[in-house]
């Protein structure tokens, strides 16, 4: 059975880093992607970057780019987010899709439980 887990998540201050990680193992796909969503109470998931299996190009939502990096090593996928905003508070989901091509339509088979991350002033 395909297996998600990820860590890291926990209480910062705005302005500040924090880094996730996420293993994945018992899957072996041509075209995967490795992603992360969040989810802040009371709204819809949304996307938040991903990278395909071709040297993992990496894509980013709008609200994202230039202070959350996703990089890869092996089987495991690292979200590096730095100048942390309120905004960002929420609980944050890695996700395996078995086909990934690119783009920001990222649509996962399996998710991890997911780790909360709260950004404070």
């Known amino acids: 059975q395909v297996q998600v887990v990820e860590s890291g998540g926990g209480l910062v201050q705005a302005g500040g880093s924090l880094r996730l990680s996420c293993a994945a193992s018992g899957g072996a796909f041509s075209r995967y992607g490795m992603g992360w969503f969040r989810q802040a109470p009371g709204k819809e998931r949304e996307f938040v970057a991903a990278?395909?299996?071709?040297?993992?190009n990496t894509y980013y939502a709008d609200s994202v780019k230039d202070r959350f990096t996703i990089s890869r090593d092996k089987n495991t996928v690292y979200l590096q987010m730095t100048s942390l905003k309120f905004e960002d508070t929420g609980v944050y989901y890695c996700a395996v899709s078995e086909y990934y091509s690119g783009g920001h339509y990222f649509d996962p088979d399996y998710w991890g439980q997911g780790t909360q991350v709260t950004v404070s002033s």
């Open positions: 990278g395909n299996w071709r040297g993992f």
